[in-house]
């Protein structure tokens, strides 16, 4: 799995000189990231496909679905703003789980791993 954090150096920079922040994610965790380091953001979820691409391996995957996010986000922001794109993926195997379609696969997955 591939997370990042808001480190407080991030967060002491922002506070000297504030700046509209966009998170382009619906994760209330991320959010709760974000509003724990005490910075103020607008939250901007977007819709792209998040398929991995024939071949892509999970790394490179989770960097361009967060940079599409972060992009698609960013799209009609007047002014300055920092956008942050964020993205998660479990690998099993060195295969990538995608999100469960029903309650089934989602026990199935959970199974897989225990």
Same mark, same amino acid.
């Given at each position: 799995m591939i997370e990042f954090g808001v480190s407080s150096k991030f967060a002491k920079l922002y506070r000297k000189r504030p700046m509209k922040l966009i998170l382009a994610s619906a994760s209330p965790r991320r959010g709760d990231i974000l509003e724990s380091a005490g910075i103020p953001f607008e939250r901007r979820a977007t819709e792209i496909d998040e398929s991995p691409l024939p071949g892509e391996s999970p790394e490179s995957c989770v960097i361009r679905l967060? #940079? +599409?996010?972060?992009? +698609?986000?960013?799209? =009609? $922001?007047? =002014? !300055?703003?920092?956008? $942050?794109?964020? !993205? *998660? *993926? $479990?690998? $099993? !195997? =060195? #295969?990538?789980?995608a999100k469960p379609a029903n309650e089934q696969e989602a026990r199935q997955m959970l199974r897989s791993l225990s």
């Amino acid at each position: 799995m591939i997370e990042f954090g808001v480190s407080s150096k991030f967060a002491k920079l922002y506070r000297k000189r504030p700046m509209k922040l966009i998170l382009a994610s619906a994760s209330p965790r991320r959010g709760d990231i974000l509003e724990s380091a005490g910075i103020p953001f607008e939250r901007r979820a977007t819709e792209i496909d998040e398929s991995p691409l024939p071949g892509e391996s999970p790394e490179s995957c989770v960097i361009r679905l967060a #940079e +599409e996010k972060a992009w +698609e986000a960013a799209r =009609g $922001v007047a =002014g !300055d703003a920092i956008v $942050v794109g964020a !993205d *998660t *993926t $479990v690998v $099993v !195997d =060195g #295969e990538m789980l995608a999100k469960p379609a029903n309650e089934q696969e989602a026990r199935q997955m959970l199974r897989s791993l225990s």
